[in-house]
């Protein structure tokens, strides 16, 4: 089975740090971009950030720049390390599977989200 | 940035209801465009991408249209597991922006 599972949410205080996780299994994960996207409570759904397969492109929401990096370890794990929070960075977070048809990027495989609180 | 408008922002409809959701891009997209639903508490799903191509397994109630600036989802016969939150996403250019979101409701 195709399955995303993303972990390492929870509480942290303004200008703390957090390192989010997401497993992938059922596919090669090593031939796919990833991405993280999030959803602040009552809000809609932002993409945050991509990495392609080899990690030699990555890309960010301008929000997030100089703060989020995403990462991956070329097993089946992808991360997205987040320093200097703050309390707009409260969301849950999903990470999900980019497929590309022809040229045609999309997120076809989804995580259920970890969530994310930063408050003091 | 690319900006994404939608409209509506919500929609009261009944099962058994055609239903038409409206995307706008902020510049000339062509057909770099996915559509997602989205439930509460749920992950969201893919439904549409390149603008008009069902992803294998969604029903074939769904269907997607546009190119340029101006896109659509049209929903009919809409089911009781149709209300839900849709997003359009434009991925022409980073970053690979949502619309803010139609809320369906049911009538």
């Known amino acids: 089975e195709v399955q995303l599972v993303e972990s390492g949410g929870g509480l942290v205080q303004p200008g703390g740090s957090l390192r989010l996780s997401c497993a992938a299994s059922g596919f090669t994960f090593r031939s796919y971009w990833m991405s993280w996207v999030r959803q602040a409570p009552g809000k809609g759904l932002e993409w945050v950030a991509n990495i392609k397969q080899d990690g030699s492109e990555k890309y960010y929401v301008e929000s997030v720049k100089g703060r989020f990096t995403i990462s991956r370890d070329n097993e089946n794990s992808l991360y997205l390390q987040m320093n200097s929070l703050r309390a707009e960075d409260t969301a849950i977070y999903f990470c999900a599977r980019d497929r590309k048809v022809l040229n045609y990027f999309h997120m076809d495989v989804w995580g259920q989200g970890t969530p994310v609180t930063v408050s003091s | 940035d690319i900006q994404m408008t939608q409209s509506p922002s919500s929609l009261s409809a009944s099962v058994g209801d055609r239903v038409t959701i409206t995307c706008r891009a902020s510049r000339n997209i062509g057909s770099y465009l996915n559509w997602y639903q989205h439930r509460l508490g749920k992950a969201p799903r893919l439904l549409i991408y390149?603008?008009?191509s069902l992803l294998s397994g969604v029903p074939s109630r769904f269907s997607g249209s546009g190119s340029g600036t101006d896109f659509t989802l049209t929903i009919t016969s809409l089911q009781p597991e149709d209300f839900a939150t849709y997003y359009c996403?434009?991925?022409?250019?980073?970053?690979?922006?949502f619309g803010p979101g139609t809320k369906l409701e049911i009538k």
């Open positions: 390149g603008a008009s």
């Open positions: 996403q434009q991925t022409y250019s980073p970053p690979r922006t």
